[in-house]
DNA sequence: GCGTTGATGTTAAAATTATAACATTTAGTG
DNA sequence: CACTAAATGTTATAATTTTAACATCAACGC
């Protein structure tokens, strides 16, 4: 590594925190090298910057690749996903104030909201803020807080309040963990209040995991199975699962 | 336009919308179409989707191209806005908590934070919690409410009194309008409680304005000149054009 | 000073992407 | 069914981007 070399990355990625892209021809004359310069401190320094058909962009910024481009084995990953919020998507209607949680699972469902003429959307993920914010049909609440950047979520001490103020439909929730017997877990405590909060308020509970998730318990319960109303899941063995062996539990829908 | 042609754009935005970027030869062939059509797609109707050396993107998301590339005069509107952006940051300090009002102006502000220790950060404007989010060393208070598209920023009712509650170091403060007499102004009505909120309660507060803003007057009055301690601005001439006629108002320092 | 090393520039070739022109298919109409 | 027009496919060509190879230059130690 060199010093001027990463003065060059810093400087570019200044010039591109702000948004936007940066053809390599400018950014060669804004740093006042060869193009041939700045590929190589691209690919000799790892960065957040990414070379993307000539143009620099920031490769950390939401929407662009992620590292991960839609090819192949990930398109496939991303059928599931797709699949599963497909499924979760039968149960919204016209009109509804959902209250989305955070993670990626949802996130796919988001884009499939703008077919419906009119919906609110209640969420305290900056991620799926930002997958609203585009959509012109749903009007989007943020619950609002010191940002936690491992969830990508808020939090605060009023936001339970704050749920419980909003008239909320349906609750779609997702977890990290499902176990019959120890409940339905995340990894961060500081997303409990607002998935218990949103659990109480909501007329319906949705559980939206795929069955990876089954049979795991992660560091913060925050609700038992019968919590829920419907658990949508991606896997058609999961109904025995989760109902116990065959069992009655009419309090949970398998979809 | 297309029947069809409006079903592959939305079917594509369905894949990019959880972001990522998709190659055109993927895109075609998920489209089971040839990688011409989609090019026609492309530029026939117009999408938030854009074609980025070979890879759609969103073009909406904030990272990716917001329709403009930071080339020739761009690049040096863009040093304009990124030199006004040195002169506010000579005003930080280290451990502040800072007051970052929305709009484009201060964003090329947010990127310059990553040099501090530590710093935290009130904000109620997504552009802004999104370029905030990245930085590892400042912490971020994102005051939530109901999304205004037009200044991707939030309101709600209590948005004053969740401000009032915390301890902000330095408001810095944009303005659409810059007025001596009529005072300092801004589009969007719902943009005024929380600014005045954090002009009364800031230890210190900074108008960052750009000099073409002086003179104007825009439909939501939120505060006067001298309600400020500090204003940031771009242009030499400012001085006298913000004092009056070189007369004293040592309220106000013109940097 | 000389030679070495690392950084950078220059150039040519290879690979990829963009554009245009024309061929083919498809859907609709009388 | 034939005709038309729009949509799509195919191919060739142009433009651009990527890669590799080699040339230059400056800094440094001996």
Redesign the interface.
């Known amino acids: 590594m060199n010093g001027r070399s990463a003065l060059r990355l810093a400087k570019l ?3 591109l ?7 390599l021809r ?1 950014a060669a004359e ?1 740093c006042d090298v060869s193009e041939m310069t700045i590929r190589r401190d691209l690919t000799t320094h790892p960065s957040a910057i990414s070379l ?4 620099l ?2 490769a ?7 590292i ?4 192949e084995q990930q ?1 496939s990953h ?1 059928q599931a ?2 699949r599963l919020c497909q499924r979760a998507l039968a149960f919204i209607e016209e009109g509804d104030t959902l209250f989305i949680d955070c993670g ?1 699972t949802l ?2 469902l ?3 909201l703008s077919h419906f003429r009119e919906l609110t959307v209640v969420t ?1 993920a ?1 991620n799926v ?6 959509l ?1 049909n749903v ?9 936690y ?1 491992a969830s ?1 979520s ?1 939090g605060s001490d009023n936001i339970a309040a ?1 749920i419980e103020r909003l008239g909320i439909n349906k609750a779609m929730i997702s977890a990290a963990g499902v176990d019959l017997e120890r409940g339905v877990s995340c990894f961060h405590f500081h997303e409990v209040a607002p998935k218990q909060a949103a659990i109480a308020t909501a007329m319906q509970r949705l559980l939206v995991v795929d069955a990876s998730k089954f049979g795991v318990v992660r560091p913060a319960y925050f609700a038992a199975l019968d919590d829920f109303d419907v658990v949508v899941t991606d896997e058609e063995g999961a109904p025995q699962l989760l109902t116990g062996q065959g069992s009655e539990s009419p309090a949970v829908t398998v979809a």
């Open positions: 990625q200044e010039a925190a702000s948004g936007g892209t940066l053809h400018d804004m993307l058909g000539g143009r962009v920031m950390n910024y939401p929407g662009v690749t992620p991960y481009d839609l090819t398109a991303y996903k797709y990626s996130i796919p988001l884009s499939q305290y900056l803020a930002n997958a609203v914010a585009v012109p009007r989007l609440v943020l619950l609002g807080g010191l940002f950047a990508q808020f704050s």
